[in-house]
C-alpha cells in the first residue's frame, strides 16, 4: 500500500534534524494514528508501549 | 575567537535559576532572550551595584561557546577592572568565576527591574537609567576620544 | 482520483442509472449534471457519501424520514421479496488504477411500505493487471482515500458554502485546514503521547515520599492544564462570537436608510482597523527599543571597564609588548623539545639553554594571549564606537513611536465624536443597533483580555508541568529498577517535541499556501480584478479581503463575490490537503442574480484545473450564457429529469 498520510508531513519529519530513530518512530505512529483515526475509541495505549518498547530496549541491547 | 582553554560553561547559583526562569515568562519584558544576554545583563546589575556573589550550590546555565566576541570582550573588560591588570585573563577560570560572582550579586536586582512597577515602566526605567549615564559619563569620553584621535 | 461512473440501483429517485463523468483531462475535466429541484442533485450526493460511509450527508426535505429504497420498485415487489439497493462506484486512482467501491442493502417487503432490512456490506475491489481482487478491511482502506471528516470540503454545497463563510470564524477556518492536511494526525500522536507519559509517571507508585507528592502535583497540574485549555477554547468562541455580532450590528447601520448614518459607521469600521495597524506598529517598535536597550545595557553600564581595558591593550601594544617578540609558550616548548627552531641542541644547561630560559623569563605572560587581546581590542574599539549611535538610534524610535501615538489618540478622537453623532441620531433603531454594536464589542473586549489571562495561566502551568516532570524523573534515577521507565520517558519527550516541532512548522507553511492560492484562485474568479487589492489570511486564521482603497472588504462583499471567496478556499484547501479527491459542486450559483452568475461561469473555467469538477446545476444556473462560457470545459453533460408518478419518483439521467 503506498504512503497515505500528507507527503508534507512526511517529508518535513525526512528533512529534519531530528535523529533517525525518532523519525522512524514518528512515522511509524502517523500510520497508527491513520489506522486508528476512523475507529471510534482507538485502543491507543497497547500499540504505542509496544512500540516505544521496541525503540528503548532496542537500543538498551546495542 | 574562542578560547582553548578553561572552562566550558558559565555557571549560576541553583537557587537563582528559578529568578532566570521567570525574567523568561511570557510576561517578562525579556521573554525573548537567551540565557547569555540575561546573565550578562545581571552580571552588569551586579558591578553597577558592587555586589559579588560566591556561588554555593553551582549548576550549569549556558555554555562558552554560545558567546559572540562582543559578549566574551565585555566578560574580559569586566575581569580586567577587577583585577587592575591584563593578566587576569591567562586565568579563564578566574575570568568566569568573576563574572559568575558579578551576575548571582545582581540577579535578583535585574528581576525587580523587570517586573516592578506596571507593565511597561522597566523600558522606561532602563531607558532613563541608560540615559543619565550616558550623559554624565559617556558622552564627554567620547568627545575627548575624538579630539585626540 | 476521480470518478469513472456511478451506478443507481433503487436508491431513492434512482431505479437504475449509471451516470458516467469526465476525467481530469487538461481542458475538459467538468462534468455537469443538470436537474430542477427536487429532481435528485442532492440525492446524488447523498447516493455517494451512503456508499462511501453507509450515511446519508446531506440532508433533502423532500426525502427525510422516507426510507432510501426507490418506492416505485419495493410498490412492484411482492409480500415477503427482497428489494436491493446498491450504489457502485468506479474511481481511477492517480497511479490509473480502477477501485470498485459497492455498498448495497436489502430490503425485505413485509406489508405496504413495511420493510425490515439488514445492516448494510460495503465493498472494494482494486484491479490489479486482469483481474479484480476484493480490498481486505476496505472501510479503513477508504478511510485514508477519502476520511468522512473531510469530505464536506471535496463534496459541497454551494448553498451552503455562502453560509459556511459568512459565519466561519479564525478557528473554523484554521480547523478546516488542520483537518485536510492531516494535522489532526500528529496533534493525536501528541495526545497520545504526553498521556503515555502520564502512564509512565503514575506508575512510580511507591518510589519514594516525595515522587509520590510529586506525582500528586503533578496530576492536579495536567487536570488543571486541560481544564484552562477547554476555557480558553470556549472563550475564544465567544470572543468569535461576539466579533460576529458587532459586525453584524455595524453591517446594519451601513445599510441603514439615513446615509450619514452609513457613512459614519463605514469611518468608524474602517479605524478601528486602522487603529488596530497603529497598535501593531506602536508594539512592534516598542519591542524593537526594548531591544536595543537590552543591547546596549552591558556597553553603557560597563563603560569604564570597556574603555580601561582598552586603554591596558593600548598602552601595551605602544610598549611593544603586543604583539610580543615571542611567546613564552613557545620558548617553554623549545625548552622541552630540547632543540631550536634552528636545530641547535637544547638539551644540556649551557649558554644556549640559557639564554633561551632568559628570553622565556623576560618575556611578558601575556604574550600567550597577544593574539586574543589584539582581537579583543578591536571588538571593545567597535563596541566603544557603537556606543556613538546609542542616543541617535534611541531618539529617532522613540520619535516614531511618539508619531504612531498621536496619530492613535487622532483616531481614538475621532472615534469617539462619531459615537457621539451616532448616539444622538433621533432614529430609535439606529441607536438600539450601535448600543448592541457597542455592547458587543465590550464582550469581545473582554474576552481578548480574558483569553491573555488564561494563555499566560496555561504558559506557566505548562512551565510547572515541566519543573514537576524534572524532578520526578530525578527521583527515578535514584532507583535502578526505574531505568527503563525513564528510558521510555525521555523517548517520549524526544518524541513529544519532535512532533510539536514538526507540527508548527507545516502550520505555518500550510497557513502560507492556503493564503497565497485563495488569493490566487479568488482572483482569477472574480470579474471586478481592479476593485480588489489583495486576500490574506492572518495566523488567527481570519480571512481578510482588501479594497484597492485599503479597506477591509470582506464584511461588504456582495453575495457573488463571498460565493467567489468561498470557491477560491475550497480550491485552496484542496491544494493543500494529503488527499486526492474529485470535487463536487451542489448547486453553486443558486443563490446568485443573473450577473454574478454570468461573471462567476466566465471564470470557471480557471477553476481547479486539472482536477475532476462535478457541477450539479439548475436550469437557473445554468442559462444559455453560463453553458456558452463553460462550452469548452464541460467534458460530460447530463440532464436528470424527474418524473412523479402515483406509486413513487423516479429520475432518469439522460446524456446531453
Redesign the interface.
Known sequence: MSETVNKRIIDKIKNSDLDDSIKEFLRTMLLVELRNIEIGEPRYTDEYEAIINKYVTGRRGK | MTSEKGPDRFYINREDRKDYERLLDRDSPFRDKENKDLFIMAMAVGYTEGNKTRLKKREGFFRESYLDDRDRAIIYALAVAEKGNLNVLLDKSEVFSIAEEYAAGGIKLLKDKAFSGEYGSCARKLETELVEIFDKKIANRLRQADKTA | MWIDYIKLKNFRQYKDEKITFAPPEKDKNFTVLQGANGSGKTNLVNAITWCLYGEELRSDKKYEGLPIYNTAAFEELELGEKCEVEVEIQMIEASGHKMLLTRSQEFRKLEQLSASSDKSTFTMMRLLGREWTNVIDP???L???I???IERYFFFDGERLDDYFKKATGEDIKEAVFDV??????E??IE??T??KS?YFSECKGLSPLAEELRQKLQIRQRSLKEGMEQLGTSKKERDEAEEKEEEYSRKLKAASISDIRKLEEDRSQLEKDMRTLEDQIESY?SE??DL??A??????????????KE??SK?TEAGDIPPDYKRNFLEKLLEKRRCICGTDLSKEDEHRKQIRKAMEDCD??S??SA??I??NA??SS??DD??H??PK?IKLGKMINDLRKRRETKNRQMREIAEKIGQCDVDQIRFWDSKRLEWKGVRDEKISEIARM??KI??TK?EISATEEALKKEMRKQKEYE?RL??LN??D??LN??R??KD??MA??REEVEDRTRKEFFDLIWKKETYRDVTIDDNYNVSVMHQSGRHARGTLSAGERQVLALAFMAALNS???FDVPIIIDTPLARLSSEPKKNIAMNLPNYLKGKQVTLLVTEEEYTREVRERLANRVGREHLISFKETGIGNLAKVVPL
Open positions: 472501510s479503513y482502506v478511510s485514508r482515500l476520511p468522512k471528516s492536511s492531516q494535522l489532526n494526525l500528529l493525536k500522536m497520545h503521547l498521556k503515555m502512564k516598542e527599543k526594548l536597550l537590552v546596549f545595557h552591558p556597553l553603557v553600564v560597563l563603560h569604564e571597564p570597556l574603555f580601561s581595558i591596558l591593550i601595551r605572560a601575556i600567550d594571549i586574543e587581546l582581537t579583543t571588538k571593545v563596541m566603544l556606543l556613538r546609542f542616543q534611541r494563555e499566560l504558559s506557566e512551565n527503563e528510558e521510555k523517548f517520549c524526544k518524541s519532535a512532533a516541532r514538526v512548522e507545516i507553511n500550510v493543500v490537503s494529503g
